[in-house]
């Protein structure tokens, strides 16, 4: 069936480091691919999502790339800040007027001063 | 994006009681989800809720368990019947955006301890 994995946190960086957190999915299909943020004590936020392969999602300084070849969907950041520290879940979505969203088991990131 | 509001925000119940929980959208949608987080997990849909249909379960989550309503365009509710302490999760909300991308935007949540 559709999946998600993520790789295990937590993450801790230092501020301004470079993050990367892994996303790769199994899918029937050609899914649309997202990154929701839940900050402590908040709902989930869409922060950026790509609905074909090779698009690039983009909000806040973060990027992920859709690849078809590698079914990947990283989430990258070139300078985290202490405030980006929260939760971060990769989704995916099939097409064809199914709307489930599948999540990941969520990636807790964790950025020190 | 939508404004979505859900009440209560947190509750403490005794096991073998129920709670229902409401959320609201600031505008009419077709679609609205109900999710379950249990602690330290990711997120499981529990039903699609069509208004003027019946609610869409997934595997594993029963009507009698979480009676779902979906009286009009702006408004759901959710049941946690008969509750166990293994339904402490946060229950979340969500509805579908608009055409082409069809996002998800979800609401706080409602924070669930069952004693």
Redesign the interface.
């Known amino acids: 069936g559709n999946s998600v994995t993520q790789m295990e946190g937590p993450v801790t960086l230092s501020e301004e480091a470079f993050l990367t957190i892994n996303c790769t999915y199994t899918a029937t299909g050609y899914p649309s691919l997202f990154w929701y943020v839940q900050y402590p004590g908040e709902g989930l936020q869409l922060l950026l999502k790509a609905t074909k392969a090779d698009d690039k999602g983009s909000n806040k300084g973060f990027e992920a790339t859709y690849r078809k070849e590698t079914t990947s969907f990283h989430l990258e950041k070139g300078s985290v800040q202490v405030s980006d520290s929260a939760v971060y879940f990769c989704a995916l979505r099939m097409g064809g007027g199914y709307n489930k969203l599948i999540f990941g088991a969520g990636t807790r990131l964790a950025v020190h001063p | 994006s939508a404004v ?1 509001s859900q009440k209560p925000s947190r509750d403490i119940c005794q096991r073998g009681t129920s709670l229902t929980i409401q959320c609201q959208v600031d505008s009419q949608v077709t ?1 609205m ?1 109900w999710y379950r987080q249990q602690p330290g ?5 529990i039903a ?1 809720a069509n208004q003027g249909s019946e609610a869409t379960y ?1 595997s594993g989550f029963v009507i009698d368990k979480f009676p779902i309503s979906r009286p009009n365009l702006t408004f759901s509710t959710l049941t946690v019947s008969n509750m166990s302490p293994e339904d402490s999760s946060i229950y ?1 909300c ?1 509805v ?1 955006g608009d055409q082409p ?9 409602t924070r669930l301890t069952v004693l």
């Open positions: 979505i679609m989800f997990q990711s997120l499981t849909l699609t997934e979340l969500s579908e991308y069809n996002e998800q935007f979800f609401g706080p949540g």
